[in-house]
């Protein structure tokens, strides 16, 4: 809806609307497909890194079931940490396929609508003392100032600190 939106103000610039659409069509293109390129190259890579062959991934339900809905969403995203994700939600359909596809499905649904800081937040909640030591930042000390401080040093502005609460009464 946004692109239409934006197709049709370019439009209205005289003379030189057309060609303004065009190119904005043009860079919209060509920056989806780089994205789809590496997209794909990163999936064929681990998919082989785990010796499955390719010729055969048109038999896998649960590849097949997961690809379309992850590429979607990795063409429309520029975070690592979401692509990363949605990755191994696609290996995990493909390898492990006797899950029932409605698990696989509701799960994917749910990486698709978190948002880069989400994925952040939960890779951080998912081991905090192991992100400390590899970023060899010392742990907070959560019993002189809550487990904000946890969340605000990996993602500043999440944990709900003085710096969110201002910019809610903003």
Request: charged share 25%; glycine share 8%; no cysteine.
């Amino acid at each position: 809806m946004t692109e239409a939106a934006t197709r049709a103000a370019l439009s209205a610039v005289p003379v030189a609307g057309g060609a303004l659409v065009e190119l904005f069509q043009y860079v919209t293109n060509r920056g989806r497909a780089a994205r789809m390129r590496e997209w794909m190259e990163g999936i064929t890579a681990e998919i082989e890194r785990l010796g499955i062959s390719v010729e055969t991934l048109d038999e896998s339900r649960g590849f097949l079931d997961a690809i379309g809905p992850a590429t979607r969403s990795a063409v429309e995203t520029a975070s690592p940490d979401k692509i990363e994700a949605l990755r191994n939600a696609v290996l995990n359909a493909t390898l492990a396929p006797d899950l029932l596809a409605d698990r696989h499905a509701i799960l994917l649904e749910i990486l698709i609508g978190l948002t880069p800081t989400h994925i952040k937040l939960l890779k951080l909640f998912d081991d905090p003392r192991a992100w400390y030591a590899e970023t060899g930042e010392p742990l907070p000390n959560v019993m002189m100032g809550g487990q904000h401080i946890v969340v605000e040093r990996r993602v500043p502005g999440a944990g709900g600190g003085q710096d969110a609460a201002r910019s809610r009464h903003v």
